[in-house]
């Protein structure tokens, strides 16, 4: 059975295995149903054995039908959970996550302002993905990015997808940990 520890909280709501900080809309409580409610609580906590990974992927199927995955998740961050699946994330995924909302954090000002005063450079890695999202919510194309920094596109791409992926989940993440 899932267990976690969650502070007295009067948003709580606690149903089948997850526990989330979720306000259900007026009058809509079963939309706040977490989809695990009902299924088999072995799913969601593989053995690390190679057949298990039908188990992540059933759990995961589970997850991505979710009303609250974005709730669980950031329990599960917040909580520093270390087993099982939540929010959709195996635990190596949710440390991923940490570590790129710590990349995100990153005081990458003075390499922004240089890319956009015309400077081409490689960035370091331990800024890249900052780098990466403060000049892509400045409006810079894949490619000039690319350019700018001496990199392939695909490096450009993949730092786009786990930069949008990561900057929600800043506010779960407590700067000691991060």
Known sequence: MR???VEPNPSTITLGMCTHDVVPSEGN????????QDAD???????????????I??????????????????????????????GGCTPAERRALVRD???????????VRRLEEGARFP?????????????????WGVE?????????????IEARLRAHAAAPCDGAVPTEMA
């Not at 409580?29 to 695990?36: H, I």
């Not at 609580?41 to 039908?54: A, S």
């Not at 909302?101 to 390499?111: H, W």
């Open 3 to 5: 267990t976690t520890t």
């Open 29 to 36: 409580e079963a939309s706040a149903r977490p989809a695990c």
């Open 41 to 55: 609580p072995l799913l969601f906590f593989p053995e690390g054995r190679r057949e298990d990974n039908w188990r």
């Open 57 to 86: 992927g059933k759990a995961k199927a589970i997850c991505a039908a979710c009303p609250v995955i974005r709730a669980c998740l950031l329990t599960a961050i917040r909580q520093q959970d270390n087993d099982g699946i939540w």
């Open 101 to 111: 909302v710590r990349g995100l954090r990153r005081d990458v000002k003075a390499i």
């Open 123 to 139: 960035v370091r890695r331990a800024d890249f993905l900052a780098v990466v999202h403060q000049l892509t919510r400045f409006g």
């Open 144 to 156: 000039d990015l690319a350019d700018a920094m001496g990199v392939r596109p695909q490096s450009v």
